[in-house]
Each structure stands twice: as structure tokens, then as C-alpha cells.
């Protein structure tokens, strides 16, 4: 079966470049989410899309903005990057309905800011 | 806001034995899901189980279960015949019905299973 496919899954960068990170969902999956986890930490929600359009927001630093595409497929971009964005940036996807509960992950772009 | 605390750092239990992995969580909202996930080395985040806050019964999936206290907001994993493929960092989650909703993780339990 499909699953949430994410690019690159590796990514160094220096500080104050501009990183984009791509997220392809499960076909037919209609929002997306993006989640950041430094090292040792627990997932923090950054943004979300449904249907192309924001449906929440989370801690989200000004210099990150994030876009849903008509094929659905959505991307992070990260710009004057800092050496505390180093982390892991998650993906996932899920198909909203009523009913609808999980959500899949990508297996994560791994940032590593020098 | 909803938060999810998982009080257990780490634990650690011997092979085919059983172990529980505490959770718990605060909202004001009565209709909700819950999960379970599991991350291990790779770091891929796996779907452990999920539960329905409407649903009084607890959820299983082969040797997991929870143990879901509604009131006592109250939502523990258990891991029946532990194996070695098991050891990962379990997060408890939360997430709202309203579609698109986050979810708001735990803070981890790492489980070592030894043989």
C-alpha cells in the first residue's frame, strides 16, 4: 500500500540558508499535517491543510511557511535557518471525514543545520 | 488547551512478560480520540492502537490493549508476552474529532525489553 512519502529524508544546511521540505500524502488523503521532533522530544505540531487550506496552526516559528498544492502534495519551507531548527520534521496524512481517526506518517526529514 | 502527560520515562520489562505504560490527559471536551504510537530507532512514528472516547469498550490489538478510565482521564497502554521488537519510545496522543485536528503528544516512555 502507498504511504506518506517525504523529501529529502536527509538535509544539512548552514545557518541562515532556506531549507524546503516536501511531503507527498496517501493518494486520496485529503490533509496534511507537519511535525517537528528535536532529539529527545516529543512531536510538536506545526501546521496542518485540509482541502488546501489551513486548518490549524501550531508553534510555528514566522521564518516557516508551509503550502498545500492542488495534488494535494505540501511543502515546508524554512528560511534563515538556525542551528536549534536542527530536528526531525514528520509528515503525515490522513482522510478527513466523519469518522475518520488516524492519521499516517511519512518517515520524516532528518535537518541538520551547521 | 489539551495536554498529555506520560509520567514513566522509561521502563523496562523481561521477554514474555507483561508490562503497562501509563497516560494521562486533561480536556474540556467529551468526545475525543486517543492513541498509542511507537517509535523505534528508525524513528518511524507506528500506530500502536487508537480509542473512541464514545466507546466504553477498551480497544485490543493482538497483545495490546488499553485500559481507557474516561473519568479519571486515564489511558494506559498494556503489552502482553513483550518481545524484542517491542523495545521503541512509546508516545501516548490526543487528538480533537474536528477534522484536521492535531495531535498533541506525551512526552515518551522508552521501553527496553531485555530477554
Known amino acids: 500500500a502507498a504511504g506518506v512519502i517525504q523529501s529529502p529524508r536527509h538535509l544539512i544546511k548552514e545557518k541562515r540558508e532556506t531549507a524546503t521540505l516536501k511531503c507527498y500524502p496517501i493518494p486520496r488523503h485529503d490533509t496534511v499535517y507537519w511535525y517537528q521532533q528535536g532529539p529527545g522530544q516529543d512531536p510538536q505540531f506545526l501546521i496542518s491543510?485540509?482541502?488546501?487550506?489551513?486548518?490549524d496552526k501550531g508553534s510555528i516559528p514566522d521564518r516557516f511557511s508551509a503550502q498545500q498544492f492542488s495534488d494535494y502534495h505540501s511543502e515546508l519551507n524554512m528560511s534563515s535557518l538556525e542551528l536549534g531548527d536542527s530536528a526531525l520534521y514528520f509528515c503525515?496524512?490522513?482522510?478527513?471525514?466523519?469518522?475518520?481517526?488516524?492519521?499516517?506518517f511519512g518517515q520524516g526529514t532528518r535537518l541538520t543545520v551547521v | 488547551a489539551q495536554t498529555v502527560t506520560q509520567s514513566q520515562p522509561e521502563m523496562s520489562v523481561q521477554e514474555a512478560e507483561t508490562v503497562t505504560l501509563s497516560c494521562t490527559y486533561d480536556?474540556?471536551?467529551?468526545?475525543?480520540?486517543l492513541f498509542w504510537y511507537k517509535q523505534p530507532p528508525s524513528r518511524q512514528m507506528i500506530l500502536v492502537i487508537r480509542?473512541?472516547?464514545?466507546?466504553?469498550q477498551n480497544a485490543t490489538e493482538n497483545r495490546f490493549s488499553v485500559n481507557f478510565q474516561k473519568a479519571a482521564k486515564s489511558f494506559s497502554l498494556k503489552i502482553s508476552d513483550s518481545q524484542l521488537g517491542d523495545a521503541a519510545m512509546y508516545f501516548c496522543?490526543?487528538?480533537?474529532?474536528?477534522?484536521?485536528?492535531?495531535?498533541?503528544f506525551g512526552e515518551g516512555t522508552q521501553l527496553t525489553v531485555n530477554p
Open positions: 503525515a496524512s490522513s482522510l478527513s471525514f466523519s469518522g475518520d481517526t488516524e492519521a499516517f
Open positions: 496522543a490526543y487528538r480533537s474529532v474536528e477534522s484536521g485536528s492535531r495531535l498533541t
Open positions: 480536556t474540556s471536551e467529551s468526545d475525543y480520540y
Open positions: 491543510f485540509y482541502e488546501k487550506m489551513q486548518s
Open positions: 480509542q473512541e472516547a464514545y466507546k466504553q
